[in-house]
């Protein structure tokens, strides 16, 4: 039986706006009373609402999406969902088959509906394309109460550069809104108060440097475990490796998956690719290149004594930029030629996609 | 002949994140090196791809348009374009005719050709919704120099809160790019570099009251005006009654469009209706219902001193709320509804749609 469903709000990791990374988790199965958490809001409540509409227009299941037209802005305006998602992993249209529409409800209120039902935010880090939607859609927390977490690096902007009655209402001042905001220690596990199953571990990873002082911009890392059937899945803001950063933060989050979830229970790892192999380290700004992502999985692999047989990695946050091919596919043909190459082992290389849900 | 071309690409006012406030607007002609300036920027770089994909596909002019569905997530998933848009406002899909892709050049590379064509924004005021898409789209001004221009109160939130290696990399810094931030005098005309025939001018408004310290929240009107023709046209960030604020803000901006162009060369105003009736005062937050945008328009024509006969009014930034009907259906009935009852004149009211442009 499955253990999680990862809803894709958002993947992009610009320079366009909008479908920026935001990925709603949940356990599948409990239709009534669904709940939900976002690690990341670059994308929120209009994509639920887009994916209630794609999958009550055309339900799907399964194998059913596998020639959805994924839109793409290079050598053809639309590419087959198969060239983006490995043949074994199961994925589908929308928010999953738990989150149809009720009688006679709007588009609008089911998405507010689904949307009053996620109860907590993991924020990898601050940048503005890990946060836009949270921002947006905060008008519309008014219903229910929701926490953001992070750690104290992304909290601290939240409050400070965010709800600071400049870029934002200050919605924290005078109670207006059942919204909080509370601070995560790294490497400290969090018991998720809405599905009490889960407990989610924040691990601070390197982001490259700031541009005026050459300060270590952090990131984090969610592994977020299931305490019943030990099942676990990594969710990844924006990293580098420890080959460029000098530090062991990537090591070090290796060593605790290793030694916190045996591999054939780590379901499925979501990390970022920004950038294809063509691209100059000195260009690469704190992100992966599959160079690098590869050789990140073989530290992995390390930690865990054996080949990544059956993991399923899904790469996010792939930068638009000029050429002929589409650069989503650009970069999963490079990962999946050089973990070839590398013998990682039977390792599921897909590309998350905007408004699919993978089934774990 | 037209004067302006405006391209919506983005109008929503939330909660939903993307498809927020940003307009594209250049003059009609001169496809090869056409120049563009944006107003706001909560949808950006995305919209442009996606506005080139919509009119290559079908390309569209005139009335050919008017049966296209529009998105809408209440009681239909779609709604005609005619029941937005006034019957006699001329409306193209897409970016225009101006605005097709070049032989062999793919949709991304000719959004970020249109993008390299739009040098200046000029920012209404610092609230997300109206700034994500400039900050998300930054790493694409490399190839090109684009100034961010608003009233020192926007300039300094960019400075301090967005590009502070915080929320975002501090672009200025280093001269990393060719970015640069400069500040607006209230009510001083200043010249568009990139389009010379037309100037610009700031107009200072009020957007509500801060939450925590109950200050003054400014948001801007930009009032640009083609010297050779003398039409104009005006684009309003939020911003609320006079009746509200208990200032005189938009009276001294009335007082200043009358006194600048007359009634017959003011193509198009383009400002926000939120809230429909059914808002109480003190859950408005700054901003206009129906009933206040009439009581403004109506001082606008005291002050031109004669009814605002052939007038456009767009309306722009309405917010999703619950219920059945669209809001922004219900907003525009309201407004034709008072309009006809206050006797303004033979003002045509059309909802702003995102993707489309009007000719003015």
């Known amino acids: 039986m499955a253990s999680f469903e990862v809803s894709i709000l958002g993947a992009s990791g610009g320079p366009l706006d909008g479908g920026n990374q935001g990925v709603l988790i949940s356990t599948p199965g409990n239709p009534l009373n669904k709940k939900y958490i976002c690690v990341d809001a670059g994308s929120g409540l209009r994509q639920i609402a887009s994916m209630i509409v794609s999958q009550n227009g055309n339900v799907s299941m399964g194998e059913g999406c596998r020639s959805d037209p994924i839109e793409s802005f290079y050598e053809r305006l639309e590419e087959p969902l198969h060239s983006f998602v490995d043949s074994r992993s199961e994925i589908v249209r929308g928010l999953g088959p738990d989150a149809m529409l009720e009688s006679n409800e709007t588009v609008m209120n089911g998405a507010l509906r689904i949307f009053s039902n996620m109860n907590e935010y993991y924020i990898t880090h601050p940048h503005l394309d890990h946060i836009a939607a949270l921002v947006i859609n905060s008008p519309a927390?008014?219903?229910?109460?929701?926490?953001?977490?992070?750690?104290r690096t992304t909290t601290e902007a939240l409050r400070k550069h965010v709800f600071n009655d400049i870029l934002w209402p200050n919605l924290f001042a005078q109670n207006k809104m059942s919204l909080e905001l509370h601070t995560l220690d790294d490497y400290q596990s969090h018991k998720v108060k809405s599905i009490p199953n889960w407990i989610i571990t924040p691990l601070r990873v390197s982001?490259?440097?700031?541009?005026?002082?050459?300060?270590?911009?952090?990131?984090?890392?969610?592994?977020?475990?299931?305490?019943?059937?030990?099942?676990?899945?990594?969710?990844?803001?924006?990293?580098?490796?420890?080959?460029?950063?000098?530090?062991?933060?990537?090591?070090?989050?290796?060593?605790?998956?290793?030694?916190?979830?045996?591999?054939?229970?780590?379901?499925?790892?979501?990390?970022?690719?920004?950038?294809?192999?063509?691209?100059?380290?000195?260009?690469?700004?704190?992100?992966?290149?599959?160079?690098?992502?590869?050789?990140?999985?073989?530290?992995?692999?390390?930690?865990?004594?054996?080949?990544?047989?059956?993991?399923?990695?899904?790469?996010?946050?792939?930068?638009?930029s000029v050429g002929m091919r589409d650069p989503r596919l650009v970069i999963l043909q490079e990962i999946r030629e050089l973990a070839a190459a590398q013998e990682l082992g039977d390792v599921r290389f897909s590309i998350a996609l905007q408004g699919y849900t993978f089934v774990l």
Not at 141 to 151: S, Y
Not at 226 to 252: F, H, M, P, Q, Y
Not at 284 to 310: F, M, T, V
Request: charged share 20%; glycine share 4%.
């Open 141 to 151: 927390c008014l219903a229910t109460e929701k926490v953001l977490w992070g750690l």
């Open 207 to 320: 982001h490259g440097t700031t541009v005026e002082t050459q300060l270590p911009c952090l990131s984090t890392i969610y592994l977020i475990q299931d305490k019943i059937t030990n099942n676990a899945v990594a969710i990844c803001g924006d990293l580098e490796s420890d080959v460029i950063s000098r530090k062991r933060w990537l090591a070090n989050a290796w060593k605790h998956f290793s030694a916190t979830v045996p591999l054939e229970r780590l379901k499925c790892i979501l990390i970022e690719c920004s950038c294809s192999n063509a691209t100059r380290d000195e260009h690469l700004y704190g992100h992966l290149s599959p160079n690098y992502l590869i050789h990140e999985l073989k530290q992995l692999s390390r930690a865990y004594g054996k080949p990544l047989d059956g993991l399923q990695v899904i790469i996010m946050h792939v930068k638009m």
